[in-house]
């Protein structure tokens, strides 16, 4: 991952791209907690999805998307699919968990980063980072990091290669969108701030606003009931094995981005395909075929 300057004097406030062909002066976010499945908001444990919610949809040989005409919605995570942020998160874990003392010391590896923690929710890295830490604690130390990512971020986040000619092609045919999101939620909202998409999208789902977050297809079963679309008429991007899985799960194919995490990762836990970024012909190929649809 590139190295990222740790001595550097950032920014707090958020930096918005004004010049995304798609960003307009102002925006508003939607909270999902209306659209819960109960009136209690909870976290469940980490969770491996049921092994036939995976080949729902079967990798294809060729690049098409399995999506029933007419495409109506597009629906994207925000962590390495929007952004290229996980090269931030992985500095900000590395440095603060080195102080802390995690395994002896031994600075993190980019290797256990993606097994361990991208795409993971914050309640759920308490567990796994610090299991034997009171768990207030160890949220504390979750919000602290998330601090120090809004910091680095505001000065170093840049969109995936490719968002505004996708983002055009979106708005061109009149289609619905959301971002899906396991990331805190002041984080989601500096993110989308910063990449120009603040009045793009319609909607923002928090994973933990909801019953459940990813990997189990609550954000994304809650995305679709808000904006009133069948999973078969839409598809999703995501970039990690969680966000992945609980796209599939949610009945939606979904298109892996290759910014960090293997693609073969991406494709065992359900992807249709994988694509570099946005820019990727094998994407666009797939989107002829829809519009030829």
Not at 61 to 79: N, R
Not at 140 to 156: P, T
Request: glycine fraction near 6%.
């Amino acid at each position: 991952m590139p190295s990222l300057i740790g001595n550097r004097i950032f920014s707090s406030a958020p930096a918005t791209s004004n010049n995304h062909p798609c960003a307009r002066p102002f925006c508003r976010i939607i909270s999902t907690k209306r659209f819960s499945r109960s009136p209690t908001t909870s976290i469940a444990p980490r969770a491996r999805m049921p092994s036939e919610s995976l080949s729902q949809f079967p990798v294809q040989s060729k690049s098409t998307l399995p999506v029933v005409a007419p495409l109506e919605a597009i629906l994207f995570d925000i962590d390495g699919t929007l952004c290229d942020s996980d090269p931030i998160h992985y500095y900000a874990f590395r440095e603060m968990l080195q102080e802390v003392g995690f395994n002896g010391g031994q600075p993190l590896t980019e290797d256990f980063f993606i097994k361990n923690i991208s795409g993971m929710h914050n309640d759920e890295l308490c567990h796994i980072l610090f299991p034997d830490w009171d768990f207030d604690r160890a949220m504390k130390f979750m919000e602290d990091k998330e601090e120090m990512f809004r910091r680095l971020a505001s000065e170093q986040l840049k969109p995936v290669n490719g968002l505004d000619k996708l983002c055009k092609w979106i708005e061109d045919r009149g289609l619905k969108r959301a971002a899906v999101t396991n990331a805190p939620r002041p984080n989601a909202e500096l993110m989308i701030s910063m990449v120009g998409l603040a009045s793009f999208l319609e909607l923002l789902v928090i994973g933990s606003e909801c019953e459940r977050a990813k990997p189990f297809p609550d954000p994304y079963l809650n995305a679709l009931d808000a904006l009133r679309i069948a999973p078969e008429r839409a598809f999703a991007f995501e970039d990690s094995v969680s966000g992945t899985r609980a796209g599939v799960s949610a009945g939606m194919p979904v298109v892996g981005v290759a910014t960090r995490n293997p693609r073969k990762l991406l494709i065992e836990a359900g992807a249709t395909f994988v694509i570099n970024d946005f820019q990727d012909p094998k994407l666009w190929g797939a989107l002829e075929g829809l519009d030829r649809n």
